[in-house]
């Protein structure tokens, strides 16, 4: 059996037994989860280039849990009116073009879609694929989705009922106004068109969403992140902010120097002190530099009143916790 599509299954299980557990209507929107991830899907990849530079568009025609290719399906990238090109997908289900990006910097929202004559029984909706054309100074921030922007994980968003974080989007437009946002996340490509319309609907700022692919889903969120990161980096070297939700994250944030804001979620009802002592300890091993915070209020203060998420005083919390649950399990 393939590693890819032991990955996929894996992947898919794993949406599936979250779903069951967090779903509003339980176990049937689960399933029906689970079965639209057998139904054909179109995915989309976008860029983040320098205006007036040539580029590939791509887009993908997948189906089925090991997101087997199709080929022969007639694809139609368009901007706006304008047809750009149809080109029929390869072997593995792929289609690209080449394309020359504008010379003014901005989004370029191109939409892909299946001619109607090669659409199955279920027909396939159609997929966005932003270019966000900026210079090499460009002003960056990477956020994270999940326990992120997210208040839950990406099993909400699948089966519906997810809400953002309380402040996250007033932070992130406010943000947007003179940063470019960069969604990086570890979810896989498959879940790019439902993160994309949960983004739109809950009124978070365009920019270019990064996921991952099955295959680099075991290589780790931090290894994962640091990477594409360092890519970035390459054209767009002024990454001012990271804001995650794991330690991961901040050390990648930290290893392309960006300030890193970690997102402690912690559990506060929580009766065992070695699960306090533990986070008190990985936020030692961190870099001084990190803020750690609980709450997008706390960044807010931050990024724009020059405050500091002290991780120092929040593991002292965290101890405190832990030693005044032994000292009752004494009493």
């Given amino acids: 059996m393939r590693p890819r599509f032991v990955i996929s299954i894996l992947a898919a299980l794993a949406a599936f037994a979250a779903a069951a557990l967090e779903a509003p209507a339980g176990i049937p929107a689960a399933v029906e989860t689970l079965r639209s991830r057998l139904d054909p899907v179109l995915l989309t990849y976008d860029l983040m280039v320098e205006p007036g530079k040539d580029v590939t568009l791509e887009a993908a025609f997948k189906t089925g849990l090991r997101l087997q290719g199709v080929d022969g399906k007639r694809l139609r990238f368009r901007l706006g009116e304008k047809l750009l090109a149809e080109v029929a997908t390869d072997k593995d289900g792929h289609a690209a073009i080449p394309w020359k990006v504008p010379d003014a910097p901005g989004d370029y929202v191109i939409t892909v879609r299946v001619d109607p004559a090669d659409q199955p029984e279920r027909p396939v909706a159609s997929a966005s694929l932003l270019v966000a054309a900026r210079r090499s100074d460009a002003k960056l921030v990477v956020v994270d989705l999940d326990k992120t922007v997210v208040a839950s994980g990406f099993a909400r968003v699948l089966v519906g009922g997810a809400k953002p974080m309380e402040g996250a989007g007033v932070v992130i437009s406010r943000l947007a ?19 994309k319309a949960w983004l ?7 920019g270019p969403l990064l996921t991952s692919t099955l295959a ?28 995650g939700d794991k330690v991961s994250d901040a050390l990648a944030y930290v290893k392309n120097g960006a300030r890193a804001i970690l997102i402690l979620h ?3 009802a929580e009766e065992e002190p070695k699960y306090f002592e533990k986070l008190a300890d990985q936020l030692d091993d961190l870099p001084d530099s990190v803020d750690v915070v609980t709450n997008w209020a706390q960044i807010s203060d931050i990024l724009f009143d020059q405050a500091k998420g002290v991780k120092g005083a929040v593991a002292k919390r965290l101890r405190d916790a832990a030693a005044d649950l032994r000292k009752h399990g004494e009493d």
Wanted: aromatic share 8%.
């Fill in 200 to 206: 739109a609907a809950n009124g978070f700022p365009a």
């Fill in 177 to 195: 106004k003179d940063h470019t946002i960069v969604y990086l996340t570890h979810r896989p490509d498959l879940l790019a068109p439902e993160s």
């Fill in 216 to 243: 680099s889903l075991a290589a780790g969120s931090g290894a994962y992140k640091s990477e594409r990161l360092g890519a970035i980096r390459k054209t767009y070297p002024n990454v001012q902010v990271g804001i």
């Fill in 266 to 268: 912690v559990n506060w």
